[in-house]
């Protein structure tokens, strides 16, 4: 019942995980009221909650404008879950707009089968990944995932190996003007960013170990079957999927190195595996395996948003 309404794609399933969201958003944001005592403070909740609902649009659109799934809401469905296991990047901004930049920069490395304009999809990304560093310096890891974009697909022209470098030239530009302009520590601030932490002592609850641990079990369920199932998969679509390892691989570099260890930082994992996931479940020749695991990804994610309230 459960897989019968997300396995289509309609403006109801939109609709429905849209308000779903929004619910959530709410629900954690009225925990402490003080916030709506501001103007500035409810701008920034807005924008907030308009960035969220813009990085699933974006995932959506690039999962069906490339063809990596069926005609399903699984992956929105899976995004929205992964939210809601670690519920306070509903109020992490920098976490929010970093992966809101670096999903734009996928949708452009994952369009690069196509071959048109590579040129062009280079750049972007790569601009977008500088400027999703400017949020979290680590971001700027999701760079390397250009270079293997373009080992896939548009290697034997020279010129695409140094047009990231022309982005960074870009984004030195405009973060100089920022800095003359607007504000004279933002270019210290920024290299101050630049710094490592590989322990894992940040959790301070119970239900945070629990959300993480649930999290590690969905991604290695996920990713392991899809891993050997590659091969299988259209030829035209094989880079493509290699990409979303890669970009999920970086996802947990990132976590594992960033400063300011939260769970919340695992962000940049989430479309990637959210797509991984969706192949596993849309490819599953078993109904009722399908409704189990659905069911469980539902039940887990409520779980651990409530708990960590």
């Known amino acids: 019942m459960i897989t019968s309404f997300f396995k289509k794609s309609t403006p109801i399933n939109y609709s429905f995980l849209g308000i779903v969201l929004l619910s959530f958003f709410f629900i954690y944001q009225f925990q402490d009221t003080t916030w709506t005592n501001s103007i500035t403070e409810i701008g920034k909740k807005i924008l907030l909650l308009m960035v969220l609902l813009g990085s699933l649009l974006i995932s959506n659109f690039i999962v069906k404008k490339n063809g990596l799934s069926k005609d399903s809401s699984y992956t929105l469905l899976f995004s929205l879950l992964f939210l809601l296991f670690f519920p306070n990047i ?20 994952v369009s690069l089968q196509t071959l048109k304009a590579p040129k062009e999809k280079i750049f972007d990304a790569s601009l977008w990944i500088f400027v999703a560093s400017l949020f979290h310096f680590w971001a700027i890891l999701f760079l390397i995932l250009v270079y293997i974009s373009i080992i896939f697909h548009v290697s034997r022209d020279y010129r695409n190996w140094l047009i990231p470098f022309v982005a960074l030239f870009a984004f030195v530009v405009i973060l100089i003007f920022y800095n003359i302009l607007l504000d004279s520590n933002a270019i210290n601030t920024y290299l101050q960013t ?19 641990s649930v999290f590690t079990v969905f991604v290695v369920f996920f990713i392991i079957p899809f891993i050997f199932s590659i091969n299988n998969k259209p030829l035209n679509l094989q880079a493509s999927y290699k990409k979303l390892l890669f970009a999920a691989l970086f ?34 020749q078993n109904k009722i395996q399908q409704e189990i695991i659905v069911f469980i990804s539902i039940a887990c994610g409520l779980f651990c948003f409530f708990s960590q309230l």
Request: no cysteine; proline share 1%.
């Open 90 to 109: 509903l109020n992490n901004y920098n976490l929010v707009l970093a992966n809101f930049f670096i999903l734009l920069a996928m949708r452009r490395l």
């Open 194 to 212: 630049e710094a490592t932490n590989y322990k894992l002592d940040y959790f301070t609850d119970k239900y945070q170990n629990i959300a993480f």
């Open 251 to 284: 996802g947990i570099v990132i976590f594992l190195i960033s400063t300011n260890k939260s769970s919340e930082i695992l962000v940049f994992t989430f479309l990637p595996i959210a797509i991984i996931a969706t192949n596993t479940i849309e490819y599953m």
